[in-house]
């Protein structure tokens, strides 16, 4: 086989007057004109709006190559582009090759007629997608509408795009185009491998692997097809036909490990490849699919019981609490979707205790590198189809794309051990009773997502990936249900924006009790280096032009200032405002899953919106747009924890709750305390012994707030005192029984809550000071409270990077020490942090006092 790689650099020329530049493939070209100068940073200010008229025009992307002889003297040239974006066609000389329409599918055309010897000369026209969206929308026989936002591009439900360039409530419009995940030109004299399956069947002690492949041939031949997984390998020698064939072997393996989700075993994998040549060729000859598949047994046991319907992850037979966030393309100029930045956000996640990630729907099935790392890391992945608020057309051709679309995901997607299961969309079942042509003709729209739904999606998995849980929508009670999910919290998977979008009270997550939640969020506003990046001198302000641009929530200013007034004292000043805002998001997320995982195993997962962003701006995610972590992204580390010590206020009581996601039982002394606000001395101490069963929740002590008192007899007032709890690990055989051994420190866990809204509190100036010096890994910060500290952060926005904890508590004389991690390419040392370092707190926020340095 010959290889021709094509990415680097091509020249992007404008169709309308003819001009050009260069621009880099892969990638897009909104990115190119911005390299060129001729575009502003669409990120900054209100630049979005004056990029429009570039995704409503016609490009093309143009390159040269040398055929080289061997090339020329191989009987087949294929040309094949992992993505292109997305109406498109090909020309190589002069030569129509073809043309594509969907994103999401590999293009692959047959070049061998069109080269010549020596120079070649490839062009791509990326016709405007907003042009075809519109020419789309000309042909329907009836409206079929979609969810707009404050930048829109029209109907992006009928083209095959991410659905989130047209714009989104977090993202903003910019329906780009290019060539992404890479372009390359193979010769070839053998079959041509279009994909490989290799299907894990437990088998007694061992495992039977089905391995098949899909063959593309230019002509019939004999050929030989290996088969290899785990060092096993099988050759079939077999008749290939012209055109299109499916091969399959089956190998047996015993000596294997299975692969376990992180912090529930080992991610164990195990090479496997597919490849075809013509029958006597070296093997090295013919064309050769390499991949890594795990061996384990996953489904998503979904059961009717005496409450409605079970929703469990279930690996090798445990059932996994899902831990984690919802997923949304890790930019929104595709150029940037570097390896570098999806590892990074996968590396976030993990390092807040996550175990699974949904890939919405709105985005885009995502690249190998993040599929083949979250392998590596044990992370599970929910699976959306690319189908999202908003209805969508059943008319033929629609369908037909969207069926080649699914069957080159699922057998592209399906070996990963990571993929816990297929969903069919995120909220398009409920978009029917959305807008006015499908509340005034439901049957019609049912019938429409029914046959793109069930017809072609639910077909295509249950026929490729049959062991795989196949779901029909999110929210959803279940396959062949249809009922409302948003508010039932019996059945299946709940999304839960009453708190957000009803403007309910952070109590109102304590009033639900689902089975899973696979979103729910709360907004904050950006950081300050966030701001200081899209806001104009003079416009650092949550009003300014520049901040409601990037606020794309019709009412998400006024959702959180109403929140802030619900539960704390308005802030002094910007920077304030800024930090309790991230404060409030954080509570309202502890609220909701620190609840959710007491009910264990009623409900078994928690995925809040959302992990990232895809510019900077005010949102849902717990890490800001550079990848440093807002303090909910800090505070799910905790929220997130294997082993939970909680405080759930319901019903008048303090409730202090232990989760054990864990397998063993584990021992442990409790203490309960009740300190005084104004300068932390204990009231009233509870101690006790206990055996915690594994994976289970149980309350440890619940304590009226309308009746508490100190030991001495004294009523105390619930807003003048603090619970503070703790719990540490029995020594076993000399040693801690949390698995570490060696002589290690006994685990420790540790709470501190306020029993009432913190404005009624009259927080103590907790004298916060801290010191710097240079640890082995870099500076490090230790911060200590004379007096109760509520949501402690340490920042040093003047530089990049962030410290690795944040929003953390300390009791009078209680100390934390803080890793400062260097954004990219910087290097900071003590002295440097020492000048930028501010420290912020709960009681900070209403004073006047300027932070600078303790």
């Given at each position: 086989?010959?290889?021709?790689?094509?990415?680097?650099?091509?020249?992007?020329?404008?169709?309308?007057?003819?001009?050009?530049?260069?621009?880099?493939?892969?990638?897009?070209?909104?990115?190119?004109?911005?390299?060129?100068?001729?575009?502003?940073?669409?990120?900054?200010?209100?630049?979005?709006?004056?990029?429009?008229?570039?995704?409503?025009?016609?490009?093309?992307?143009?390159?040269?190559?040398?055929?080289?002889?061997?090339?020329?003297?191989?009987?087949?040239?294929?040309?094949?582009?992992?993505?292109?974006?997305?109406?498109?066609?090909?020309?190589?000389?002069?030569?129509?090759?073809?043309?594509?329409?969907?994103?999401?599918?590999?293009?692959?055309?047959?070049?061998?007629?069109?080269?010549?010897?020596?120079?070649?000369?490839?062009?791509?026209?990326?016709r405007s997608p907003e042009n075809a969206a519109l020419e789309a929308a000309a042909k329907l026989a009836y409206p079929v509408p979609c969810s707009v936002y404050p930048v829109s591009s029209p109907h992006r439900n009928l083209i095959r795009k991410a659905q989130c360039m047209s714009g989104w409530d977090w993202g903003p419009c910019l329906m780009t185009g290019g060539v992404y995940d890479g372009i390359a030109l193979l010769g070839l004299d053998g079959p041509y491998v279009e994909w490989t399956r290799a299907r894990t069947l437990r088998d007694g002690d061992g495992w039977t692997v089905e391995a098949s492949a899909g063959l593309d041939s230019g002509e019939s031949c004999e050929a030989e097809i290996d088969f290899e997984v785990a060092g096993r390998r099988t050759t079939l020698v077999a008749?290939?036909?012209?055109?299109?064939?499916?091969?399959?072997?089956?190998?047996?393996?015993?000596?294997?490990?299975?692969?376990?989700?992180?912090?529930?075993?080992?991610?164990?994998?195990?090479?496997?490849?597919?490849?075809?040549?013509?029958?006597?060729?070296?093997?090295?000859?013919?064309?050769?699919?390499?991949?890594?598949?795990?061996?384990?047994?996953?489904s998503v046991r979904a059961e009717a019981d005496s409450i409605g319907r079970s929703f469990a992850i279930n690996c090798n037979g445990r059932d996994v609490w899902a831990k984690g966030a919802n997923w949304i393309p890790a930019d929104a100029l595709p150029s940037r979707w570097k390896a570098e930045r999806i590892r990074a956000l996968v590396d976030a996640a993990l390092d807040a205790n996550m175990n699974c990630l949904r890939v919405w729907g709105g985005g885009r099935y995502e690249s190998d590198a993040f599929y083949d790392y979250c392998d590596e890391k044990g992370v599970l992945v929910w699976q959306d189809f690319m189908f999202s608020c908003a209805l969508y057309p059943s008319n033929r051709d629609f369908l037909a794309g969207v069926d080649a679309e699914a069957r080159f995901q699922v057998?592209?997607?399906?070996?990963?051990?990571?993929?816990?299961?297929?969903?069919?969309?995120?909220?398009?079942?409920?978009?029917?009773?959305?807008?006015?042509?499908?509340?005034?003709?439901?049957?019609?729209?049912?019938?429409?997502?029914?046959?793109?739904?069930?017809?072609?999606?639910?077909?295509?998995?249950?026929?490729?990936?049959?062991?795989?849980?196949?779901?029909?929508?999110?929210?959803?009670?279940?396959?062949?249900?249809?009922?409302?999910?948003?508010?039932?919290?019996?059945?299946?998977?709940?999304?839960?924006?009453?708190?957000?979008?009803?403007?309910?009270?952070?109590?109102?997550?304590?009033?639900?009790?689902?089975?899973?939640?696979?979103?729910?969020?709360?907004?904050?506003?950006?950081?300050?280096?966030?701001?200081?990046?899209?806001?104009?001198?003079?416009?650092?302000?949550?009003?300014?032009?520049?901040?409601?641009?990037?606020?794309?929530?019709?009412?998400?200013?006024?959702?959180?200032?109403?929140?802030?007034?619900?539960?704390?004292?308005?802030?002094?000043?910007?920077?304030?405002?800024?930090?309790?805002?991230?404060?409030?998001?954080?509570?309202?997320?502890?609220?909701?899953?620190?609840?959710?995982?007491?009910?264990?195993?009623?409900?078994?997962?928690?995925?809040?919106?959302?992990?990232?962003?895809?510019?900077?701006?005010?949102?849902?995610?717990?890490?800001?747009?550079?990848?440093?972590?807002?303090?909910?992204?800090?505070?799910?580390?905790?929220?997130?924890?294997?082993?939970?010590?909680?405080?759930?206020?319901?019903?008048?009581?303090?409730?202090?709750?232990?989760?054990?996601?864990?397998?063993?039982?584990?021992?442990?002394?409790?203490?309960?305390?009740?300190?005084?606000?104004?300068?932390?001395?204990?009231?009233?101490?509870?101690?006790?012994?206990?055996?915690?069963?594994?994976?289970?929740?149980?309350?440890?002590?619940?304590?009226?707030?309308?009746?508490?008192?100190?030991?001495?007899?004294?009523?105390?007032?619930?807003?003048?005192?603090?619970?503070?709890?703790?719990?540490?690990?029995?020594?076993?055989?000399?040693?801690?029984?949390?698995?570490?051994?060696?002589?290690?420190?006994?685990?420790?866990?540790?709470?501190?809550?306020?029993?009432?809204?913190?404005?009624?509190?009259?927080?103590?100036?907790?004298?916060?000071?801290?010191?710097?010096?240079?640890?082995?890994?870099?500076?490090?910060?230790?911060?200590?409270?004379?007096?109760?500290?509520?949501?402690?952060?340490?920042?040093?926005?003047?530089?990049?990077?962030?410290?690795?904890?944040?929003?953390?508590?300390?009791?009078?004389?209680?100390?934390?020490?803080?890793?400062?991690?260097?954004?990219?390419?910087?290097?900071?040392?003590?002295?440097?942090?020492?000048?930028?370092?501010?420290?912020?707190?709960?009681?900070?926020?209403?004073?006047?006092?300027?932070?600078?340095?303790?």
């Open positions: 086989m010959e290889r021709i790689e094509l990415a680097g650099e091509w020249t992007l020329a404008r169709l309308a007057d003819g001009s050009r530049r260069p621009m880099a493939v892969p990638g897009d070209l909104l990115s190119a004109l911005v390299a060129s100068g001729e575009l502003p940073d669409p990120y900054f200010d209100r630049n979005e709006l004056g990029v429009q008229w570039a995704g409503r025009e016609d490009w093309r992307l143009e390159r040269e190559f040398d055929a080289t002889p061997s090339l020329l003297g191989r009987k087949r040239a294929l040309l094949v582009a992992e993505q292109v974006d997305t109406v498109a066609e090909f020309i190589l000389n002069g030569v129509t090759l073809g043309s594509s329409a969907n994103m999401f599918t590999r293009v692959v055309l047959d070049a061998t007629r069109a080269l010549v010897p020596g120079r070649n000369r490839l062009e791509i026209i990326i008749a290939v036909p012209a055109g299109r064939s499916t091969w399959t072997g089956r190998l047996r393996v015993s000596d294997v490990e299975p692969w376990w989700p992180v912090a529930y075993g080992e991610q164990t994998l195990y090479d496997f490849s597919v490849a075809a040549r013509p029958s006597g060729v070296p093997r090295e000859s013919g064309h050769e699919i390499r991949k890594r598949i795990g061996f384990r047994e996953i057998r592209r997607l399906a070996d990963h051990p990571c993929l816990a299961l297929w969903c069919g969309n995120n909220e398009a079942l409920g978009a029917i009773g959305w807008y006015p042509e499908s509340k005034g003709n439901p049957a019609r729209y049912v019938v429409d997502y029914d046959r793109l739904n069930e017809g072609v999606l639910g077909r295509a998995v249950r026929e490729l990936d049959p062991d795989r849980t196949w779901w029909p929508s999110s929210p959803s009670a279940g396959p062949d249900d249809y009922s409302d999910n948003w508010h039932a919290d019996t059945r299946g998977d709940m999304h839960y924006w009453s708190v957000w979008h009803e403007g309910k009270p952070f109590s109102a997550y304590l009033e639900v009790e689902p089975r899973f939640v696979s979103e729910f969020g709360f907004q904050a506003l950006p950081g300050l280096r966030t701001a200081r990046s899209f806001a104009p001198e003079g416009q650092l302000n949550p009003t300014s032009p520049a901040f409601e641009h990037h606020q794309r929530h019709e009412r998400g200013n006024a959702l959180i200032l109403a929140t802030m007034a619900r539960y704390f004292r308005m802030p002094s000043g910007f920077e304030a405002t800024l930090y309790l805002s991230q404060v409030q998001q954080a509570l309202a997320i502890r609220t909701a899953v620190e609840w959710w995982r007491s009910l264990r195993p009623r409900c078994m997962g928690a995925l809040y919106w959302q992990l990232n962003d895809v510019w900077p701006v005010a949102s849902w995610s717990g890490l800001e747009y550079d990848l440093s972590p807002r303090l909910l992204h800090q505070e799910a580390r905790r929220f997130f924890d294997p082993t939970l010590l909680a405080v759930t206020i319901r019903d008048g009581f303090a409730r202090v709750v232990l989760v054990e996601d864990g397998s063993e039982e584990r021992e442990w002394t409790l203490r309960v305390e009740l300190r005084r606000l104004a300068d932390g001395a204990s009231l009233a101490t509870w101690t006790s012994e206990l055996r915690m069963p594994g994976e289970s929740a149980r309350v440890l002590k619940e304590l009226p707030l309308d009746a508490l008192h100190a030991h001495d007899g004294t009523a105390l007032a619930p807003e003048t005192v603090y619970l503070a709890a703790s719990i540490e690990e029995a020594p076993r055989n000399g040693n801690a029984s949390n698995g570490r051994g060696g002589g290690a420190k006994p685990a420790r866990r540790s709470v501190m809550r306020l029993l009432v809204e913190p404005k009624r509190c009259e927080l103590p100036d907790p004298g916060l000071s801290f010191r710097v010096a240079e640890g082995g890994a870099g500076p490090e910060l230790v911060v200590r409270a004379e007096a109760p500290a509520f949501w402690v952060e340490a920042s040093a926005d003047t530089l990049a990077g962030h410290f690795d904890d944040a929003g953390f508590d300390l009791g009078p004389g209680e100390e934390r020490t803080l890793r400062w991690i260097d954004g990219p390419g910087e290097k900071a040392n003590a002295a440097g942090l020492r000048e930028a370092v501010a420290l912020r707190e709960l009681r900070w926020s209403h004073t006047e006092r300027v932070p600078g340095i303790v």
